[in-house]
């Protein structure tokens, strides 16, 4: 039984550019969100998406954007990048009906902005 | 002030020692305590859920939540140096009829053989 799959595992892209990153929930769940977690630091909420739509978002622009498909696979997509905006960011999935005892983690997609 | 606060570390232990982590909190409306282990290039993995106050015990791991002094503990006995990882606390509370998650820094953990 797969876990959570996120892809690509690092990426390198230019100040300015446009990023998208994917991530596969674990079998049986359907509620995804998104973490961005500096070096040093512990992850920061940025969205969560549940039945196609984002239901909760935390403190990041609007250049964060997101979207669910109908498989419950998501995207993030971060336009404009800043040089802070070089992080581990983390796919993390559950069951609507398990709340956080289920929630499971990926091993994130390494971005870094030049 | 941080939500939570969580010393980074590192902390370096002998192997078999007792290994004591520490969070404390700001926010009286968490509801829901947790300890996350993290390895190198990894994501963080649940190693314990909590509700209440009080200890609860998973093998070599317990954790402790002390609701009236805001202050959360994970014990890990015998330690190994496959414990050698980052450990993080979670928080949550209810916002807008969902959790809200907040992580604590991490506290970098070496179990030295």
């Known amino acids: 039984d797969a876990g959570v799959t996120q892809s690509p595992t690092h990426l390198i892209k230019t100040r300015g550019q446009q990023v998208t990153l994917r991530c596969s929930p674990k079998?049986?769940?359907?509620?995804v969100s998104w973490y961005q977690q500096a070096l040093g630091q512990g992850p920061q909420f940025i969205f969560q998406?549940?039945?196609?739509?984002?239901?909760q978002r935390g403190n990041f622009p609007d250049r964060f954007s997101g979207h669910q498909f109908p498989n419950y696979s998501s995207e993030l997509n971060v336009n404009a990048l800043l040089l802070g905006d070089s992080a581990l960011y983390l796919c993390?999935?559950?069951?609507?009906?398990?709340?956080?005892?289920?929630?499971?983690f990926g091993s994130g997609t390494r971005l870094t902005v030049v | 002030q941080k939500e939570v606060e969580q010393d980074p570390g590192p902390l370096s232990v002998p192997e078999g020692a007792i290994v004591s982590l520490n969070c404390t909190y700001s926010?009286?409306?968490?509801?829901?305590f947790m300890w996350y282990r993290q390895y190198s290039r990894k994501g963080p993995e649940l190693l314990m859920y909590?509700?209440?106050?009080g200890n609860k015990e998973d093998g070599r791991f317990t954790a402790q939540v002390d609701k009236s002094s805001k202050y959360i503990s994970l014990f890990i006995r015998d330690s190994q140096p496959s414990d050698s990882a980052t450990y993080l606390c979670?928080?949550?509370?209810?916002?807008?009829?969902?959790?809200?998650?907040?992580f604590g820094i991490g506290t970098k953990l070496q179990v030295i053989p």
């Open positions: 909590t509700y209440s106050s």
């Open positions: 926010n009286s409306a968490f509801q829901y």
């Open positions: 079998s049986g769940h359907d509620t």
């Open positions: 998406y549940y039945e196609e739509e984002e239901r």
């Open positions: 993390a999935s559950s069951a609507a009906d398990r709340g956080l005892n289920g929630y499971t």
């Open positions: 979670a928080m949550s509370l209810n916002s807008g009829g969902y959790q809200k998650v907040t």
